[in-house]
């Protein structure tokens, strides 16, 4: 219990240190500014100040400011004083090494770049939500846009083309330009995997997947909204690596090992010829992804120098199982079950 608590506290020090390291004049949460861009920093800041069990405080006249960096090298430790609801002022000492577990999973991957960890946000990212199921009442990530994912597919679910997908991109205001985290309610949903690849696809180089996505944000208790946020609309240029789209020909060409990501009952009822059955609950355990050697478990029937092309119904499927060969380092692709329907 103490240590989850550790765990906790020091995410929350994180937060409100980032903000703090840029000045007083530095009021935009993650994501931009919005009517409640003060909200980020007085929440983290409330939260750090509030009694968490398990963690000893003792009341000192020292005034400092945390010291606390999202960046710094795990197992180094924290410091932090702030002022309690009483007026006095409590002071904790957090080991960064209750970090290690979300910190060091990038490293369990070769490509683990593009998972983003709680504790690795910054004010400079563009926080985006991607989920499809979203109410007015829903909290949210402080500062986060709404996109569905499903915003970027046509109403018979195919995919929208690079000039619609940037038009969204560019009236949510997001540029090319800005560093994005997706996230979704949910990772297993793979609405963020499938937004993630969908901005590699257009070129989008400063992107990363919210690593255990909502989910793990709210079980560490931090800061939510529920108000609507937007951003001035702007010009989002695409620039796309049409190798990470398959089509037709490609997957017909032998030249790919070819994995299906559909439900295991329609895998029986046909698919593609050759083609290998990876489930996305085979990836998975407790909402998140695998760690690297149970992922090569997975994958051990794939050979790593040949290319692998991905396919599903609804391209969340397929997108999930894509990040994780990424992360793997494996050459992979995105096709979908309908083109290949629509060429028989």
């Not at 608590?5 to 020090?13: D, E």
């Not at 240029?237 to 329609?266: C, H, I, K, M, W």
């Amino acid at each position: 219990m103490q240590r989850y608590s550790l765990f906790v506290l020091g995410i929350a020090l994180a937060l409100a240190a980032m903000t703090q390291s840029f000045g007083t004049d530095a009021k935009c949460p993650p994501g931009g500014c919005s009517s409640g861009q003060d909200d980020w920093q007085k929440a983290a800041q409330e939260f750090i100040n509030s009694d968490v069990p398990g963690i000893e405080t003792s009341s000192s006249t020292n005034s400092g400011s945390g010291n606390f960096d999202a960046g710094q090298p795990v197992g180094s430790s924290v410091s932090s004083t702030s002022s309690g609801t009483s007026g006095n002022t409590k002071s904790s000492t957090v080991s960064n090494a209750d970090f290690v577990e979300a910190d060091s999973r990038a490293g369990l991957f070769l490509k683990g770049e593009y998972l983003k960890p709680l504790s690795g946000i910054s004010q400079s990212d563009t926080m985006v939500d991607v989920s499809n199921q979203r109410s007015k009442n829903d909290g949210n990530i402080i500062g986060a846009i709404n996109i569905p994912s499903k915003s970027f597919l046509n109403d018979d679910g195919t995919l929208k083309s690079v000039a619609d997908a940037a038009k969204v991109l560019g009236n949510a205001g997001i540029s090319s330009r800005d560093s994005v985290i997706v996230y979704s309610d949910n990772f297993s949903s793979g609405e963020s995997t499938f937004v993630f690849w969908l901005l590699r696809y257009l070129g989008h180089e400063d992107v990363r997947a919210l690593d255990g996505g909502l989910e793990d944000w709210k079980k560490a208790s931090l800061p939510l909204e529920t108000k609507q946020n937007a951003r001035n609309p702007t010009e989002y240029t695409p620039n796309p690596e049409q190798e990470l789209l398959a089509d037709y020909d490609y997957v017909t060409s032998g030249s790919a090992q070819l994995v299906d990501a559909r439900d295991f009952l329609e895998y029986g009822k046909g698919r593609i010829p050759g083609a290998a059955y990876i489930g996305t609950e085979s990836l998975l355990e407790d909402g998140r992804l695998k760690s690297g050697s149970e992922l090569n478990d997975t994958f051990a029937k794939l050979k790593i120098n040949r290319p692998v092309v991905v396919y599903s119904s609804d391209f969340m499927s397929a997108s999930l199982v894509w990040y994780a060969l990424q992360l793997m380092g494996f050459d992979s692709r995105v096709y979908s079950w309908q083109d290949w329907q629509a060429h028989k």
